[in-house]
């Protein structure tokens, strides 16, 4: 079946970087987009760029811009979002989730179970 | 960016209620919608994308409609599986989500 299959959890210090990774199974890797979301304990939903795992090209949220990277290895079908400079509001549980369809983008039909980071000094 | 309002935050409904979830737009975004479903611990679930357009396994209680700025999830009848949390996300543009209705057991 479809499925995203992410990193475990993290422990970080403050100012650290972390790298989650999200393994796509199920479908081919190269069709559809992948997405990065993060929701803090209690919190609503924030996104935080995109990746097509074809030709490598991103977008970013405006807010994560010059902290974000999303990169992959299509060898084995994973993708990757790392997070610089990490500071306490960091603290949050990260999503992958791909896009349904490259006609419509961003709708996101497939999700993976989520990654906790936790920032802390 | 594109502001999603949801109001309320919080929903109090009875099994067998029909509910509906209001989410507004700060500006048009067409029929460039979607609806998710999150219960506790768990990662969002798409329901509805297109404003209106039932995504392949979701019951028909379930149904979406609206264009423009104002947007609306419907459940026709509310079954104990259903309560939870829903978040409409635009997809006009870089996306972003309302900030929630929880719907919780009168």
């Known amino acids: 079946q479809v499925q995203l299959v992410q990193s475990g959890a993290e422990v970080k210090k403050p100012g650290a970087s972390v790298k989650v990774s999200c393994k796509a199974s199920?479908?081919?890797?190269?069709?559809?987009?992948i997405n990065w979301v993060r929701q803090a304990t209690g919190q609503g939903l924030e996104w935080m760029g995109w990746?097509?795992?074809?030709?490598?090209?991103?977008g970013y949220a405006q807010k994560f811009q010059g902290r974000v990277t999303m990169t992959r290895n299509t060898s084995i079908s994973t993708a990757y979002m790392e997070l610089s400079s990490l500071r306490s509001e960091d603290t949050a549980v990260y999503y992958c989730?791909?896009?349904?369809?490259?006609?419509?983008?961003?709708?996101?039909?497939?999700w993976g179970k989520g990654t906790t980071v936790t920032v802390s000094s | 960016d594109i502001q999603l309002t949801q109001s309320p935050s919080f929903l109090s409904a009875s099994v067998g209620d029909r509910v509906t979830i209001p989410c507004r737009a700060s500006?048009?975004?067409?029929?460039?919608l979607a609806w998710y479903q999150q219960k506790p611990g768990k990662a969002p679930k798409l329901l509805i994308y297109?404003?209106?357009t039932l995504q392949s396994g979701v019951p028909s209680r379930f149904s979406g409609s609206g264009s423009g700025t104002d947007f609306t999830l419907t459940i026709s009848s509310l079954q104990p599986e259903d309560f939870a949390t829903y978040y409409c996300?635009?997809?006009?543009?870089?996306?972003?989500f309302g900030g929630g209705t929880k719907v919780e057991i009168k």
């Open positions: 500006q048009g975004i067409s029929s460039y």
């Open positions: 996300q635009q997809a006009n543009s870089f996306p972003s």
């Open positions: 199920g479908y081919t890797f190269t069709s559809n987009d």
């Open positions: 990746m097509n795992p074809k030709s490598g090209n991103t």
């Open positions: 989730a791909r896009d349904r369809s490259t006609v419509t983008p961003y709708y996101m039909d497939v």
């Open positions: 297109a404003a209106s």
